[in-house]
């Protein structure tokens, strides 16, 4: 049994970190950019550790130039996410890699990509909605502008906003007022929070920055009462399996917390971080829960209706996508 064809949710997904290698190395090519030490022989990601992987992946987005490019990128990300039965999508979007933080260039690169997405609706019947995402290695004061960004075209497309990068720089009070901006303009938010901290950089980010969703927050699993509450709040974890078996910020796939949180009552989704780089697609990460936890079609859409109730978009999207789970 393969998991291609279901129709999934996808909630946590890094737009360049989808970006297929080729893609890359083309973009690279056309614009005589130096990509050296991105790519490993056999043309894969080539990076030593978490770290390593934010170095790299930083060096992969200086071929990504225009809004173009980005037009493009999401063209080749959706027809892929497509081919595994995704019908809707939430991708981080960073205003660092489009324009620096400036509004006006924001806007540019931001009407390419709802260009490409509502293209890619068009030809491969798949969703994208975007949530604008602080880099939390650039510091706070980086941060501000990211939310400004996202306050000033939160809309149809932009859906929310969220923080990615290393989750170690500073902690989540750091970053309150760009949150507290989000949240003002009555943005949904998302933090990473739990993938390589504990379970107190989970608690501290919902009670300092008040998110609805936590991007993996697999480490709660080890605080008990911490895990009550999640499963009390309603919090909505992204859980990526596949990308914290690659990344070994879990032990195997047999010893993965998403099972332990789920039989507790927390409610958990399920997604693939940066598919290319983790060597995952929506059907593995199917596929792997299935053979290791015995997971059935049922637990499936029970997750992709859990995924669909805590997706940022509006209602009619919301019973579209609905629609399409039914069929
Ligand atoms: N985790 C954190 N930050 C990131 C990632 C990720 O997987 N991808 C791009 N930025
Ligand atoms: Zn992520």
Redesign the pocket.
């Known amino acids: 049994m393969t998991y291609q064809v279901m129709p999934k949710v996808e909630l946590h997904t890094?737009l360049?970190?989808c970006a297929p290698p080729s893609f890359i190395r083309g973009l690279a090519k056309e614009k005589s950019v130096d990509i050296s030490g991105v790519f490993n022989a056999d043309g894969s990601y080539s990076y030593r550790d978490?770290d390593h992987?934010?170095t790299v992946?930083e060096a992969a987005c200086t071929t990504l130039q225009g809004p173009q490019d980005f037009y493009r990128l999401v063209k080749a990300v959706l027809e892929e996410s497509a081919s595994h039965g995704v019908v809707y999508q939430e991708t981080?979007l960073?205003p660092d890699f489009c324009g620096g933080g400036d509004v006006e260039a924001w806007r540019d690169y931001l009407a390419a990509m709802e260009t490409a997405a509502a293209e890619a609706e068009a030809e491969f019947d798949i969703t994208l909605k975007g949530i604008v995402?602080a880099?939390?290695h650039f510091g706070p004061d980086a941060a501000k502008p990211a939310a400004l960004c996202a306050a000033e075209t939160f809309g149809d497309f932009i859906t929310g906003f969220g923080m990615?990068?290393?989750?170690l720089a500073g902690r989540p009070g750091d970053f309150a007022y760009a949150f507290d901006m989000a949240r003002e303009a009555r943005m949904p938010l998302t933090c990473?929070a739990g993938?390589w901290g504990g379970p107190d950089m989970v608690a501290d980010t919902l009670r300092d920055l008040k998110v609805q969703r936590i991007?993996?927050g697999i480490n709660a699993v080890r605080d008990p009462a911490l895990v009550d509450q999640l499963a009390e709040a309603g919090t909505v974890l992204e859980v990526?399996p596949g990308?914290n078996v690659f990344?070994k910020a879990s032990g195997g796939w047999d010893q993965h917390p998403i099972k332990t949180l789920r039989d507790a009552g927390v409610k958990v989704t399920v997604s693939t971080?940066?598919p290319p780089?983790?060597g995952t697609t929506m059907t593995h990460e199917f596929n792997m829960l299935s053979q290791t936890f015995g997971w059935e079609e049922a637990d499936f859409k029970d997750l992709n209706q859990t995924a669909l109730n805590a997706a940022f978009c509006d209602a009619e999207t919301h019973t579209k996508i609905a629609k399409r789970l039914e069929a």
């Open positions: 890094h360049e970190g978490f992987f934010l992946y981080f960073s995402t880099i939390r990615a990068g290393g989750e990473h993938e991007g993996h990526c990308s990344l971080d940066d780089f983790f």
